[in-house]
Nanobody, 120 residues
Framework: QVQLVESGGGLVQPGGSLRLSCTASGTVFDIGKMAWFRQAPGEPRNLVANIDTFGSTYYADFAMGRFTISRDNVKNTVYLQMSTLKPEDTAVYYC??????????????WGKGTLVTVSS
């Protein structure tokens, strides 16, 4: 079985920074695209950024210039470095990845989320 486990969320003041991590564990054979989504209360889940196996990245408009996504393929981990945080960045941040277990096809997995609260 495969699990995605996020960490790094918490309370931060406006203008501050935070780094989220997400590690895939279990019977991981290969990982394709990895991504971060977020969901604020009463809002739909939205893509924040993604990164493919070659390191090519995509950012939502609100994340451009403030957030940086990266990955460590040895550690099966994706990161989201967030800076200049705003109260409207408050949300549960979810990790998402396409993962192939041994002798199987790629499947899409979600983590359980980590809460980021931006408040003074």
């Amino acid at each position: 079985q495969v699990q995605l486990v996020e960490s790094g969320g918490g309370l931060v003041q406006p203008g501050g920074s935070l780094r989220l991590s997400c590690t895939a564990s279990g019977t991981v054979f290969d990982i394709g695209k990895m991504a971060w989504f977020r969901q604020a209360p009463g809002e739909p889940r939205n893509l924040v950024a993604n990164i493919d196996t070659f390191g090519s990245t995509y950012y939502a408009d609100f994340a451009m210039g403030r957030f940086t996504i990266s990955r460590d393929n040895v550690k099966n981990t994706v990161y989201l470095q967030m800076s200049t945080l705003k109260p409207e960045d408050t949300a549960v941040y979810y990790c998402n990845a396409d993962i192939r277990e041994y002798s199987s096809q790629f499947r899409n997995y979600w983590g359980k989320g980590t809460l980021v609260t931006v408040s003074s």
